[in-house]
């Protein structure tokens, strides 16, 4: 029995940097490998701390000194090693040389529906911020784009404050909440905004209440009466 096929021999590979050092889970990423000692056949995965395995789904062999490895959305949020491997036994590591960030969740807006003839505080609650978002989009029902100042309180980067401005178009308006790592999570016709006022308030008894005593109070309304 005569056998016939080709062997040959690969070098240790050598990690310096890897480009970009940091995405988000929902969208992945192309990351740029570059070194030394890289073969045609070499793979590509990503370890953390636990020793959980994320193997990239393509690994581009664009030289021996630069690989390109295409990781797909999904990803869990932390910090991991980077490995590329030439053949078995024969790989390098570059510690936790890639942060996978989390993508923030936009859970609903209160209130969920807004008066537009009033300025109106509202909170956003979200999960998946790590600090305070970088921006807050309000995106409207015709294709409008209004940016929001927002403001968390200390230690509570999801919990969002608002301000709603006057002057709103009627209509589904969709929230945009963007990380500072340009992660972004949106909440889909969140929010309504109407022009008409359902309930109009006309007295509260008393007017004036002290602070240091819960107090009971009468409201009235005009309309509907």
């Known amino acids: 029995v005569q056998a016939s096929g080709v062997l040959f021999g690969v070098a240790v590979p050598e990690i310096t940097a890897v480009a970009p ?3 988000c889970t929902g969208l992945g990423d ?3 490998i570059t070194g030394g000692d890289f073969s045609p056949v070499a793979s590509v995965r990503l370890v953390d701390a636990e020793g ?4 990239a789904g393509l690994v581009t062999f664009v030289s021996a000194s630069e690989l390109q490895a295409v990781f797909d959305p999904g990803i869990d949020p ?3 090693d980077v490995v590329v491997q030439n053949a078995a036994g024969c790989e390098d590591t570059l510690v936790a040389a890639l942060e996978v960030h ?12 807004a008066y537009n003839g009033i300025n ?3 909170t956003i609650y979200a999960s998946g911020l790590q600090e305070e978002a970088a921006e807050v989009l309000l995106l409207g029902p015709n294709g409008e784009e209004e940016e929001l100042v927002g403001a968390s309180p200390p230690g509570q980067p999801n919990r969002i ?3 709603l401005p006057a002057g709103l178009a009627p209509g589904k308006w969709s929230l945009r909440v963007t990380s500072q790592v340009g992660c972004t999570g949106t909440l889909l016709q969140g929010l309504t905004v109407t022009g008409e006022l359902t309930v109009s308030v006309a007295t509260v008894d008393p007017a004036f209440v002290w602070t240091g005593r819960s ?3 009468t409201i009235k309304a005009a309309d509907p009466l």
């Open 21 to 23: 050092s940091e995405f």
């Open 30 to 32: 192309t990351v740029t």
């Open 52 to 55: 959980h395995v994320e193997p």
């Open 78 to 80: 932390g910090v991991y």
């Open 102 to 113: 989390p993508t923030p969740l936009v859970f609903f807006v209160d209130p969920p529906v």
């Open 120 to 122: 109106l505080q509202a």
């Open 161 to 163: 404050a608002v301000l």
């Open 215 to 217: 107090t009971a109070v």
